[in-house]
Nanobody, 118 residues
């Protein structure tokens, strides 16, 4: 299973970006897909994730500005990021949790860089 993230870039504060992440390969059942980010010198942190049960979690710092959505037919997750701030600058990684033979497997994409200038 591979996760391919794309759609990052350089944007001014207040702008928007919409990175995407598509899962491919021998996918059984996708349990959840989500986004994490890691800024230089910081630990990786959850941005948002979405499970098959309809549960969506957001980091407090992005609530009201970011929206996660999924296209299950395409095994793709999107992150609509609005009102971007310089502190949102980070490498954004997507994570997928796949269920295969009743076991959960975790996969990570390579990351897409988001830079927000002030």
């Amino acid at each position: 299973v591979q996760l391919q993230a794309y759609g990052g870039g350089l944007v001014q504060a207040g702008g928007s970006l919409r990175p995407s992440c598509a899962a491919s390969g021998s996918i059984g059942s996708v349990y959840s897909m989500g986004w994490y980010r890691q800024a230089p010198g910081n630990e990786r942190e959850l941005v948002a994730d979405s499970t098959n049960g309809g549960r969506i979690n957001y980091a407090d710092s992005v609530k009201g500005r970011f929206t996660i959505s999924r296209d299950n037919a395409k095994n793709t997750v999107y992150l609509q990021m609005n009102s971007l701030k310089p502190e949102d600058t980070a490498v954004y990684h997507c994570k997928g949790v796949i269920i295969r033979m009743l076991l959960k497997y975790e996969y990570w994409g390579q990351g897409t860089e988001v830079t927000v200038s002030s």
